[in-house]
């Protein structure tokens, strides 16, 4: 099967519909066929909008970027962490690995749809400045995320964001 995670899937990468050749003789250890049915289909329908990483990295002011912790779905076959750059302050740039192996060894291209930041706790005294993150997905690897204040200037913050792309 060549349609596994960091891909979408369809219901009939999975196969398709199976039909019943006989009854189920244990239903506590075998499986109907309207079973299986609905489990792929809830499987492949999960995967098309289901989130392919997560990275949570710590901001020191306009100072170094630090890989808190990640994950992502092909992480059993590639354990290349995601390199973080700090372009200046405010701009951010996230890279993945451009290709990964899954669980079964296959080798896949990623292609990042969206990004969602958020800040998950801050060392700044609160100030009443909002900020806004956004992500902007560069290429089919590499994620920016503009970190800016209310008054819309990028700015230097003490912070842990959490990031899940899609």
């Known amino acids: 099967m060549s349609n596994l995670p960091p891909d979408s899937l369809s219901y009939s990468d999975l196969g ?3 039909l ?4 189920p003789i244990d239903t506590s250890t075998d499986r109907s066929a309207d079973e299986v049915n609905l489990a792929f289909a809830a499987v492949s329908a ?3 909008t289901s989130p392919r990483a997560w990275v949570k990295f710590s901001v020191s002011g306009a100072g170094a970027l630090t890989l808190v912790d990640w994950d992502a779905v092909w ?5 290349t962490p ?4 700090l372009v200046t302050i405010g701009k951010i740039t996230i890279t ?6 899954d669980e079964q060894g296959a ?3 990623l292609n990042l749809k969206a990004g969602f930041a958020s800040i998950e706790a801050s060392t700044d005294t609160f100030s009443g400045v909002i900020y806004c993150l ?3 997905i560069l290429t089919a690897n590499t994620v920016r995320l503009w970190v800016a204040s209310s008054t819309l200037a990028y700015t230097p913050i003490n912070t842990t964001i959490s990031l899940l792309l899609f």
């Open 96 to 101: 993945l690995p451009a290709t990964v192996l």
């Open 20 to 23: 019943e050749y006989t009854a």
């Open 107 to 109: 080798e896949h291209s």
């Open 134 to 136: 956004e992500t902007k």
């Open 82 to 85: 995601p390199v973080l750059t």
């Open 16 to 18: 398709g519909t199976k």
């Open 75 to 79: 992480k059993a076959g590639t354990v």
């Open 46 to 48: 999960m995967s098309r």
